[in-house]
């Protein structure tokens, strides 16, 4: 499984309409753009949140990030859809299906699908029983966008 969910970014400055375009290398679906950098990386956090999204949807492997090299821009998404992302990622490693989820949580199958919808909010609590019946653990860490 992933060890982090930071994607770099590439902004290229827009010649005709000002401003930046978004890339990012590994999620090539992914492409935003913004007035100013700043702009740039909030559309940048929600564009990949909807990207990787839409690998879930289609319950399609989340694309490995490349490594941060000095210099990069990182661009992770947020906290609850990073967690939901890593339920997703270690459920589709265990090779189970969604009964089997909701059997292991006590749950019923229902349940177990929107935890493993990354449009639906899901409080921690349940996020953290889910990673428990998958054998795993929440550890967080806080790390700069920008690599020096």
């Not at 702009?39 to 940048?44: G, I, K, Q, R, S």
């Not at 459920?91 to 299906?97: K, T, V, Y």
Request: with cysteine; proline share 7%.
């Amino acid at each position: 499984m992933l060890e982090r969910l930071t994607y770099p970014v590439t902004l290229t400055p827009d010649e005709d309409d000002g401003g930046f375009v978004v890339t990012f290398i590994d999620v090539p679906h992914a492409i935003t753009q913004g007035d100013t950098v700043e702009d740039c990386l909030t559309n940048a956090v929600d564009c990949l949140e909807e990207a990787l999204a839409s690998c879930i949807d289609e319950e399609e492997p989340i694309p490995e990030p490349s490594p941060i090299k000095a210099g990069d821009i990182g661009v992770s998404p947020s906290a609850q859809v990073s967690l939901k992302l890593i339920v997703y990622m270690t459920w589709r490693d265990a090779g189970i299906s969604k009964t089997e989820l909701a059997r292991r949580m006590g749950i019923k199958e229902s349940e177990a699908r929107r935890i493993l919808d990354p449009r639906h909010g899901t409080k921690l609590p349940t996020l953290e029983q889910a990673l428990r019946a998958l054998d795993k653990q929440i550890s967080i860490s806080i790390n700069d966008r920008k690599v020096a």
